[in-house]
């Protein structure tokens, strides 16, 4: 997450005035969450004119973004933070969103599971190495975990 939550707004902005599920009531609560718990962030007067009716919701969403933007990192942090709060399926589907979930990640998670299995189905196999490398891997976990793959490493070498 190296983006700066300005950057990450201007990259999500056509996404948010696009998507549909951004609604009158939704973005009527957005604005409402960022005028009163951050009224230097939208004041009273920027509030009444982002909740005129009279303008379609895509247009208020636009004019609302760009002018969070022009408010600086912790305007546009607190709009996905209010974003997160009302609306939250649309802050999930975010473009910047998905790419924090994207292959990588789980390529990074399946590679640690196919570690863990590889090295659980040799130290079956009466490999000594691999219940030494499994001690030797509970030095950096937290206590509880620590214990247990002692524990099992102990066990496995009085076999």
């Keep these: 997450m190296g983006d700066s939550f300005h950057e990450q707004l201007i990259e999500d902005s056509a996404f948010l005035k696009a998507d549909r599920r951004l609604d009158t009531e939704l973005l009527d609560k957005l604005i409402l969450q960022l005028n009163r718990i951050y009224p230097q962030i939208l004041s009273d007067k920027e509030a009444t004119k982002f909740r005129n009716l009279d303008v379609p919701t895509s247009v208020r969403v636009g004019e609302l973004l760009s002018h969070l933007q022009g408010?600086?990192?912790?305007?546009?942090?607190?709009?996905?933070?209010a974003l997160h709060l009302h609306v939250e399926e649309v802050y999930y589907s975010l473009p910047t969103r998905l790419r924090l979930r994207g292959p990588l990640?789980?390529?990074?998670?399946?590679?640690?599971?196919?570690?863990?299995?590889?090295?659980?189905?040799?130290?079956?196999?009466?490999?000594?190495?691999?219940?030494?490398?499994?001690?030797?891997?509970?030095?950096?976990?937290?206590?509880?975990?620590?214990?247990?793959?002692?524990?099992?490493?102990?066990?496995?070498?009085?076999?």
């Design 71 to 81: 408010k600086g990192e912790e305007a546009c942090r607190e709009f996905y933070r």
């Design 105 to 159: 990640f789980f390529l990074g998670c399946f590679s640690v599971a196919v570690g863990m299995a590889l090295l659980y189905y040799y130290s079956e196999a009466k490999v000594t190495g691999g219940s030494r490398a499994l001690g030797m891997a509970a030095l950096g976990l937290k206590r509880k975990a620590q214990e247990v793959l002692i524990w099992y490493t102990e066990e496995s070498l009085m076999k």
